[in-house]
Structure formats: C-alpha cells, structure tokens
C-alpha cells in the first residue's frame, strides 16, 4: 500500500542518472538540473503478458478506477497502489476513423485516425496526467497545487482541485491570450487565478521559483508522474486498434509533455516485449512558436544517448534572448517558446524514427475545419497534428496507405471566437480576429445566411442552399 518500492525517479542525463524515490516532488534533478523520469523495476511488477489481456477490465466498469481509461493500464504505470489511485473519469476517449478527413490529408480510405481527447472531463487530455499527479499528490500529502498555463493545464487542476477537494488550485497565467473557455473553468471551478504581464513562458518561470518557495505542488508537465497518466493515450490508441501498431502517430508540440510521454510509452511497451516495434513519431510545431523544429530540423539538435548538445540549445535561447523573440499564434495553447520537456521529446523522436514539422496558423484553421466538418471538432491547437500530416503526405514521408493517428488534444469548445470568426461573413470581424496571424481566408467555410423572419423567404432559402 501507498507508493510503489519498485519505482524510482531518475535523472534524465546519461552523465548525472542520479536516483532519487518516489516521496520527493521533484522538477528537475536536484544534482544537475535535467529532468526527472519514473522508472520501474518492471522484473519485480505484475506486468501482464499480452496487452489484449487489458482488455478484460473492460468487464470491470463498475469500478471506477478500471472504468478510467487511464488506470485501466494500472499494471503500466505502477507507481502506486490501487487505494491511492484517483480519478473523476477521465480518459474515456475515442479512437474515430475520419475518412473524409483522410481525403483533405490525401491518405486511403480507413487509413486516418483521429483520437479525440476532447472527450475528457476537462476537456483536453490534460485529465489524463492530472490524475497522476493528483495520485502522487495525495501520497505525499500536498495540499496546494500549481500550474502555469495556456488554459488547458489549469482548467484540469481547477477541476481536479473541484471535485476531488483534495488540494487549492493556484493558477498563473500570461495577460496574453488565453481563450475564454479555458479561462471560464479555472474561474468556475474557484482557482486561485494569477494573471502576470508576461507571456507563458515567463508565467512558467514564475511558477516554478513561487512553487518551489511556498512549497506548493507543481502540476506543469515537468511532474514526472504527469506523464505517466499520459502514456495511457498510447495504450487507448493501441487498445481501439486491436493492439495493432500504427505506422505513423502525429501530435502538436508545445511544451513537449504529450511527445515525452508518447515516447516513454512505447520504449517501456516494446523493452516489455508487447509490441514488437515502435510507430514513427511526427511533433508538429505551429510556425509561431517553433523552437523545437529550428532546433531539430535546423540547428540539428539530437538526444545523443542522453547527452544533447547544450552549445546548440544555449546559442538559441540566447539569440531568443536578446532578439526579444516572442511566441506568437492563434494556436494559443501552444504559444510556447521555451518548451520544458525538450529533452524528453528528443528521446522519443529518437525511439521513433521522429520527425519535426511546423505549419501556420492559415493550415491550421483550414485543417480545423476539415476536422470538424468530417469528424470531432477540435481547438486550433489540436488541429496541426490534422495540418502536419497533410504536409508530410505532401512531401511523401507519410506514404498513402499508412495507418496515421492524429491526436486531437482539446475540445472543439474551447475557444469558439477563432471557430465564429473564420466561418463569419463580416470581413471586419474576420479580420479583426483573424487578420494578425497571416491567415488570409477561410478556405473552407460555412456561412450562417441571413434570412428575413417570413416563412416563404425562409423556405425558399433552404431550398436554395441545400
Ligand atoms: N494541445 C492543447 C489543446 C494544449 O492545451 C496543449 C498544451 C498542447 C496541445 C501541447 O501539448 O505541451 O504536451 O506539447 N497546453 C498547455 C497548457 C501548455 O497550459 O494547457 P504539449
């Protein structure tokens, strides 16, 4: 009972790897300041032989951390025991085949697979990480918990906080734009709500130095035990296809946490012997907030077993530095410069054969309303993992008949003004919204028709445009 004594935190860099146990809330290395991983003595844990033996739990929803899709895969994140587990949910998510989707990307029919994590409680995959966390919270006896945020992070510990009545929620966010949606959670759900003059990054910053003086628990994707809870938006991928690897898994890039546990996943599942090789991996970046594709497409930063190359990283955040570069997109959630799972994102593109591809906030957009249009509908965030495909395919790294996962990260809803204005009529509006980011039209879009309030005028209409 309580926290598991086959598992341990690790530093991340090959030269330090020191061990630290599972009772400390650590961010980084206390002895050289990489970052922390889980890790397991898996020899010593109960690890099922095959994954479709998950599938059994399945007959076991009225318990409601089986029910969870994330503690569903409890055996694969074992770091604590099952009484410590919480959960509101979460993880309840959907593998959908989009074939009008896989048209706009040019793949076959029943080739693209969107994997809506809109669906979590939350609204975002947030929820998967969060319950981690709150688990390994609740073990140590945290009572305050903190986050810097885009929006997403600090709607799910609002939320956690709400329903679970187990920590406060302080939340720190930049004075830029956070969409309403996520700011309206945090603040219905009764967060603490820090808004600073500053961008995320320099919230990020804040938090970190705040947390760390208050002793408040952090809940930023550099808890460790965050992205364990996120591994499982693998095992639900494999589980909805029948535990059959894909060729290709495409995800956007922002602070690198979903990327990080992606990779984590799939080394641990095939060092395990459950599957017998790795997916390709594609992070896509939005064109305004593209450190990791500069830094891995252009500056050729690699993990080097553990050991990247830091004069690269340190030459570029200096330029960053002194040029006052700033992240700038409409994909707000991922409006991030200084991505703090770098590292660990590296690792998985080098597992999985990665690569790295940014688009603009235009492809996005259009990529959001194919989405929509033909599937789940997402925010602009989600939608470049949908864009990043279609310019791979373009390019022939994503062959026609490959089997691609497309991760949409956050719910339609959560920021419905980009959504209203790119299908608006009003050029002004569309503009004023629109207009900053260098998106010059809506290519796909569905116009509401302004119709008088007179029944014959009314029909007419339908007839015409249907
Ligand atoms: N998509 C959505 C909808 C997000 O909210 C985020 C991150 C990402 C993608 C990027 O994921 O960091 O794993 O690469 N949102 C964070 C937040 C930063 O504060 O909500 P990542």
Same mark, same amino acid.
């Given at each position: 009972?309580?926290?598991?004594?086959?598992?341990?935190?690790?530093?991340?860099?090959?030269?330090?790897?020191?061990?630290?146990?599972?009772?400390?809330?650590?961010?980084?290395?206390?002895?050289?300041?990489?970052?922390?991983?889980?890790?397991?003595?898996?020899?010593?844990?109960?690890?099922?032989?095959?994954?479709?033996?998950?599938?059994?739990?399945?007959?076991?929803?009225?318990?409601?951390?089986?029910?969870?899709?994330?503690?569903?895969?409890?055996?694969?994140?074992?770091?604590?025991?099952?009484?410590?587990?919480?959960?509101?949910?979460?993880?309840?998510?959907?593998?959908?085949?989009?074939?009008?989707?896989?048209?706009?990307?040019?793949?076959?029919?029943?080739?693209?697979?969107?994997?809506?994590?809109?669906?979590?409680?939350?609204?975002?995959?947030?929820?998967?990480?969060?319950?981690?966390?709150?688990?390994?919270?609740?073990?140590?006896?945290?009572?305050?918990?903190?986050?810097?945020?885009?929006?997403?992070?600090?709607?799910?510990?609002?939320?956690?906080?709400?329903?679970?009545?187990?920590?406060?929620?302080?939340?720190?966010?930049?004075?830029?734009?956070?969409?309403?949606?996520?700011?309206?959670?945090?603040?219905?759900?009764?967060?603490?709500?820090?808004?600073?003059?500053?961008?995320?990054?320099?919230?990020?910053?804040?938090?970190?130095?705040?947390?760390?003086?208050?002793?408040?628990?952090?809940?930023?994707?550099?808890?460790?035990?965050?992205?364990?809870?996120?591994?499982?938006?693998?095992?639900?991928?494999?589980?909805?296809?029948?535990?059959?690897?894909?060729?290709?898994?495409?995800?956007?890039?922002?602070?690198?946490?979903? +990327?990080? =546990?992606?990779? &984590?996943? *799939?080394? $641990?599942?095939?060092?395990? @012997?459950?599957? %017998?090789?790795?997916?390709?991996?594609?992070?896509?970046?939005?064109?305004?907030?593209?450190?990791?594709?500069?830094?891995?497409?252009?500056?050729?930063?690699?993990?080097?077993?553990?050991?990247?190359?830091?004069?690269?990283?340190?030459?570029?955040?200096?330029?960053?530095?002194?040029?006052?570069?700033?992240?700038?997109?409409?994909?707000?959630?991922?409006?991030?410069?200084?991505?703090?799972?770098?590292?660990?994102?590296?690792?998985?593109?080098?597992?999985?054969?990665?690569?790295?591809?940014?688009?603009?906030?235009?492809?996005?957009?259009?990529?959001?309303?194919?989405?929509?249009?033909?599937?789940?509908?997402?925010?602009?965030?989600?939608?470049? +993992?949908? =864009?990043?495909? &279609?310019? *791979?395919? $373009?390019?022939?790294?994503? @062959?026609?008949? %490959?089997?691609?996962?497309?991760?949409?990260?956050?719910?339609?809803?959560?920021?419905?003004?980009?959504?209203?204005?790119?299908?608006?009529?009003?050029?002004?509006?569309?503009?004023?919204?629109?207009?900053?980011?260098?998106?010059?039209?809506?290519?796909?879009?569905?116009?509401?028709?302004?119709?008088?309030?007179?029944?014959?005028?009314?029909?007419?209409?339908?007839?015409?445009?249907?």
């Amino acid at each position: 009972m309580g926290l598991s004594e086959h598992a341990f935190q690790k530093c991340l860099s090959s030269k330090c790897g020191s061990q630290f146990d599972l009772s400390r809330a650590l961010v980084d290395c206390p002895h050289c300041g990489s970052l922390v991983d889980i890790q397991y003595d898996w020899d010593r844990l109960p690890v099922p032989n095959a994954l479709a033996d998950f599938s059994q739990f399945w007959t076991q929803r009225n318990n409601p951390t089986r029910r969870s899709g994330v503690w569903r895969f409890h055996e694969l994140i074992p770091f604590a025991s099952q009484d410590l587990l919480v959960t509101v949910g979460e993880g309840q998510t959907l593998l959908q085949k989009a074939d009008e989707v896989a048209k706009y990307v040019d793949l076959d029919p029943g080739c693209l697979f969107l994997q809506y994590e809109g669906m979590n409680p939350s609204g975002s995959f947030k929820d998967n990480g969060m319950c981690a966390a709150f688990t390994h919270a609740r073990a140590i006896g945290a009572e305050r918990a903190a986050c810097a945020s885009t929006g997403n992070t600090s709607a799910s510990l609002s939320m956690y906080c709400s329903v679970t009545r187990l920590m406060k929620a302080v939340i720190f966010i930049g004075s830029g734009k956070i969409s309403y949606g996520k700011l309206s959670q945090a603040l219905d759900y009764g967060a603490l709500t820090i808004q600073i003059l500053g961008d995320f990054d320099d919230a990020m910053d804040r938090v970190k130095q705040v947390s760390q003086k208050l002793g408040i628990y952090l809940v930023n994707s550099v808890n460790a035990f965050r992205l364990e809870g996120q591994k499982s938006i693998i095992f639900r991928i494999l589980e909805s296809m029948d535990w059959q690897v894909p060729d290709w898994i495409v995800v956007p890039g922002g602070n690198l946490g979903n +990327s990080s =546990a992606f990779g &984590k996943a *799939l080394i $641990e599942l095939k060092q395990l @012997g459950l599957i %017998d090789h790795l997916p390709r991996l594609a992070v896509i970046n939005s064109s305004g907030a593209k450190t990791l594709f500069e830094l891995y497409h252009e500056k050729g930063l690699r993990w080097n077993k553990g050991l990247p190359d830091k004069e690269i990283e340190l030459q570029y955040f200096n330029k960053m530095e002194s040029d006052q570069s700033k992240a700038s997109t409409l994909a707000s959630a991922i409006e991030i410069n200084r991505p703090v799972n770098l590292h660990k994102c590296l690792r998985a593109l080098d597992a999985c054969d990665g690569v790295v591809r940014q688009v603009s906030d235009q492809q996005a957009l259009d990529a959001k309303a194919k989405i929509a249009a033909g599937g789940m509908g997402c925010e602009p965030a989600s939608a470049t +993992s949908v =864009a990043g495909a &279609k310019i *791979l395919r $373009e390019d022939g790294i994503i @062959g026609k008949s %490959d089997r691609v996962v497309c991760v949409l990260t956050g719910h339609q809803l959560k920021d419905p003004n980009i959504t209203v204005a790119y299908h608006s009529t009003d050029r002004q509006e569309f503009e004023r919204v629109l207009g900053g980011y260098g998106v010059k039209k809506a290519s796909f879009p569905n116009h509401a028709i302004g119709v008088p309030n007179d029944l014959d005028a009314i029909i007419k209409a339908i007839k015409l445009y249907s």
